[in-house]
């Protein structure tokens, strides 16, 4: 193994990535990334209908030319809504002791986990990550390995991903940024001490205070989320957590409120009427969690809240003030 390695965000398809080897999760099922590729493995003759990998197991694919990447490593982990920081940060880190006999593996490609089912996305990279740099820093992995990829097919989030993983190395003696400012390069030496953005991901993230956000997953509220809601949240020092519906089975209610019961202040967008909101803003009440409501039209909120006090905003500028504002009062 070599003294340095390039960590980088890029923008693509995990299977289309030109990687020697791609790492993903068995969550007691396939999910998103994971999911696209099992099916391409199964179109190609590879038998995945008794796929069954228990936490701590793994298993490696040949993927059939059916990807960019002849190899693919999955790795069992417990379901999507207990796999949480910690466990983000200890799943790299096993990554690459299973890859150290694999000497051909000079490029390793994977996904980043957490911000779909619910986690902070900032906290979710950085763990991530994190256990890559502390295995590295252990000589842990291919002797080959000079480049880990971690791909994202949306362009807005790949952006807010290099800006958390500047955060995490870019202070970092031993680290110095990648052209074009895609990643960094990590020097292999005793001295080498990570950031305490990244040292602290996944390491103490369960003991780190977070918002809980409730609102609908579309297309027209992503700014409003990470723009109007997220920078307030993170300035006022808290993780900024959301679960998407859309990515869970039956466990999904059983994760809306395990993140409640621990939510230091719950954020709800009742814009677009979306009953899921609705439901979790009564759960949230019914825990007694201080709970801020946004709207951004009052033509949109039902019955059940018209007489409680909302926060309606004009535009993302103006919801980023009166959240700051709101959350220092709270937090």
């Known amino acids: 193994m070599g003294d340095t390695l390039d960590v980088v965000v890029d923008l693509g398809d995990v299977g289309e990535t030109a990687a020697d080897a791609v790492l993903l999760k068995y969550a007691q099922g396939f999910h998103g990334a994971d999911g696209a590729v099992s099916r391409r493995l199964e179109a190609a003759g590879v038998a995945m209908d008794a796929f069954d990998l228990l936490p701590g197991d793994h298993r490696f694919i040949d993927t059939r030319k059916s990807l960019s990447a002849p190899l693919v490593l999955f790795l069992g982990t417990v379901r999507l809504r207990q796999f949480g920081y910690h466990e983000i940060r200890q799943f790299s880190v096993r990554a690459l002791q299973l890859l150290e006999p694999r000497n051909e593996v000079r490029h390793l490609a994977c996904t980043v986990h957490g911000p779909n089912y619910g986690l902070d996305e900032d906290e979710a990279v950085l763990a991530l990550v994190g256990g890559f740099v502390d295995a590295f820093q252990r000589g842990s992995g291919p002797r080959g390995l000079e480049r880990i990829t971690v791909v994202e097919l949306n362009p807005k989030r790949v952006e807010r991903?290099?800006?958390?993983?500047?955060?995490?190395?870019?202070?970092?003696?031993?680290?110095?940024?990648?052209?074009?400012?895609?990643?960094?390069?990590?020097?292999?030496?005793?001295?080498?001490?990570?950031?305490?953005?990244?040292?602290?991901?996944?390491?103490?993230?369960?003991?780190?205070?977070?918002?809980?956000?409730?609102?609908?997953?579309?297309?027209?509220?992503?700014?409003?989320?990470?723009?109007?809601?997220?920078?307030?949240?993170?300035?006022?020092?808290?993780?900024?957590?959301?679960?998407?519906?859309?990515?869970?089975?039956?466990?999904?209610?059983?994760?809306?409120?395990?993140?409640?019961?621990?939510?230091?202040?719950?954020?709800?967008?009742?814009?677009?009427?979306?009953?899921?909101?609705?439901?979790?803003?009564?759960?949230?009440?019914?825990?007694?969690?201080?709970?801020?409501?946004?709207?951004?039209?009052?033509?949109?909120?039902?019955?059940?809240?018209?007489?409680?006090?909302?926060?309606?905003?004009?535009?993302?500028?103006?919801?980023?003030?009166?959240?700051?504002?709101?959350?220092?009062?709270?937090?």
């Open 161 to 331: 991903l290099r800006k958390a993983m500047a955060l995490g190395l870019g202070l970092t003696p031993g680290v110095e940024p990648l052209m074009g400012a895609t990643g960094f390069r990590v020097l292999r030496t005793s001295r080498f001490v990570q950031a305490l953005p990244m040292a602290s991901a996944g390491a103490n993230s369960n003991e780190k205070p977070h918002a809980f956000v409730a609102m609908p997953f579309a297309p027209e509220l992503e700014d409003t989320y990470h723009y109007g809601i997220l920078n307030p949240v993170k300035a006022s020092g808290l993780l900024c957590e959301r679960v998407d519906q859309a990515v869970f089975d039956g466990p999904i209610i059983q994760r809306i409120r395990d993140r409640i019961d621990t939510a230091k202040v719950v954020i709800a967008d009742l814009s677009l009427a979306n009953p899921n909101v609705y439901l979790e803003v009564g759960y949230a009440w019914g825990r007694g969690k201080p709970t801020l409501m946004l709207v951004r039209d009052v033509k949109e909120l039902r019955f059940d809240v018209s007489s409680y006090r909302c926060l309606v905003y004009r535009n993302i500028r103006h919801l980023e003030e009166m959240l700051t504002q709101e959350l220092q009062r709270i937090v």
